[in-house]
């Protein structure tokens, strides 16, 4: 047991992880990797819709997140985030 415990461990040290420049679980990522996302834009006024008009918006939606190096609403430059589409 404590042998296949070493094993994860030093195999642990070679699995290629996502560059995460920030912390993801606080708000303050949560800002980065949402900044200049196309998401925001089709976000925006949800606050004001009541549930039925939130859940019929969200399903038109109907987009696939994912994370890593992508072009920004601005497309001026590369930038690690979180869009859609």
Known sequence: MCSLM????????????PYMPVNPNTISGCM?????????????GLADMNDRERVCHLKQINGKCRFGLMDGVNAK????GIDYR
């Open 6 to 17: 070493i094993l994860v461990l030093l195999v642990s040290f070679f699995v290629r992880r």
């Open 32 to 44: 980065y990797y949402l900044c200049d996302s196309v998401l925001l834009n089709d976000l925006a």
């Open 77 to 80: 430059k590369k930038r690690v």
